[in-house]
Structure formats: C-alpha cells, structure tokens
C-alpha cells in the first residue's frame, strides 16, 4: 500500500489550496481516510477526517474553511482548503486506516508543505 499526496504550496493568507491523496495497491478494505497536519515545533494533529460511510470529522480550527472528501472509485481523498490563515501553515499528512491480510494497519502518506503568507 502506498500514499502519495500533492498539492500543498505557499499561498496569502485568505486563499485557498486543495490536497490530494490517492492510495494505491491492492486486497484491502478502507475504513478512514483524513489528513493531518504538524506546525513548526508542535505535535502532528487532525484537520479532517472522513469515513466509508462518508460521515466527517474537523478539528475546531479548520471548521467552515475546509471541506474532506473521497472519491472512492479512485480510492483518493480530498481536503479543500478556503480562507487559509498563517496558523495553517505546516506540513500535511494524508492517513488512512485499512483492513487486509494483516489486519488492522494504518499507513502514512510522505507529507506536503503549505505555507500561508500573511
């Protein structure tokens, strides 16, 4: 299973961007998709979530600005940034949570950078 992410870039504050993650392989069953973020010097935290079922999960932050969504034909999520603000700028991980042969297991995607200008 692999994840790779695009999209991320530097933008002014009040833009918008929009982050792909599109997960590849085979002989699983996705449960979760949702993309997470790590600001310089703090933790990896949750933006959005959003599950087989198509139900979401937002942190407060991202609340009315971001939208998650999946595409599951293609087995790609999706997270539209608006209105973006300097505290949005870090580094955005694509995550997944999967059934197959092994079992349980998450998988990371390699990361993409957005920076806000203010």
């Known amino acids: 299973v692999q994840l790779q992410a695009s999209g991320g870039g530097l933008v002014q504050a009040g833009g918008s961007l929009r982050l792909s993650c599109a997960v590849s392989?085979?002989?699983?069953?996705?449960?979760?998709m949702g993309w997470y973020r790590q600001a310089p010097g703090k933790a990896r935290e949750l933006a959005a979530e959003?599950?087989?079922?198509?139900?979401?999960i937002y942190a407060d932050s991202v609340k009315g600005r971001f939208t998650i969504s999946r595409d599951n034909a293609k087995n790609t999520v999706y997270l539209q940034m608006n209105s973006l603000k300097s505290e949005d700028t870090g580094v955005y991980y694509c995550?997944?949570?999967?059934?197959?042969?092994?079992?349980?297991?998450?998988?990371w995607g390699q990361g993409t950078l957005v920076t806000v200008s203010s």
């Open positions: 995550g997944v949570d999967l059934m197959s042969a092994l079992g349980h297991v998450n998988y």
């Open positions: 392989g085979s002989g699983f069953k996705i449960n979760f």
């Open positions: 959003i599950f087989s079922g198509g139900s979401t």
